[in-house]
């Protein structure tokens, strides 16, 4: 994982009423940008992670009594921001429409948030990363840009490590076939 | 770990700045603070607004149950009727005056 810290006394500054707005802050510090990214990766749109940045920071200090201190913060974390980017693709979709259906719009979005001069390459990327199932490409996402082990993505995303293993090289495989394809 | 995409690496092709972002964690941090404050502060007025309804309802219900206990009480004492009402205010004399009247001395015109 990029971040490490004493979760001990970050813990227990969060459970400490009188110094739970410090450690919060303390604890966006540490982990804010790479939230942000996490989700970014998700919801692609940069509005879209904004807000949903902004209900996982609600939902952390709501929740921070919940947190019995088993996993690592980092993991408690990403697992709420995972949550709440899905609920945000979820509130997305039409009835009855499965969030892996929302491939199309966010290719659409992601055209309009790049930039003009964008690298082709890191474009063409991003698009093969959303031909993939959400979940799977959330776990390739959480292991290529996050470096977390599969036992922490497993913790996140509630699957085995022995699925995400396979997964992780499906996918990748998945994405060189997409580039390949691209630039022949 | 092993990556697959040397060419491309772990560039976004996104340009949020890193003071950008900061700015906006910040805000978000700051805006989470002043939401959880307020919903504890909402939620506090809630209760007492519970615990002063439940009170009122209380004192209510009380005066209500107090008022019906009272008129059962009076509908017993006025079961007497306005007639035995009277005759109880009347002196043992008066009562006997009553009793004795009779229809022949009321003094003809």
Known sequence: MAIKTDDNSLHQMLTDPSQREGGFRMLMKLYGHALYWHIRRIVIGHDDAEDVLQDTCIRVLNSIHAYRGDGSL????????TNEALQHLRRQTHLFQHIDALSDSLVEKLKAEVPLDGNELE????????????????????????????EEIASITGKTVQSLKTNYHYAAQKIKNYIKEQTT | MNNDFDDIGKRMPFRETGDYLDNLIDGATEKAITHHATAKRSLHRMLMIA???AVALLIIGSGIALFNARSTHQVTMNDQGPLDEFLNTLSDEEAAQLTFYELEEIPEY
């Open chain 1, 123 to 150: 474009i063409m990327f991003q698009k093969a990363l959303l031909t993939l199932p959400t979940q799977q490409r959330i776990a390739f996402n959480l292991r290529y840009y996050d470096e977390l082990s599969y």
């Open chain 2, 51 to 53: 615990s002063a309804a």
């Open chain 1, 74 to 81: 980092a993991t408690w974390l990403y697992r709420i921001a």
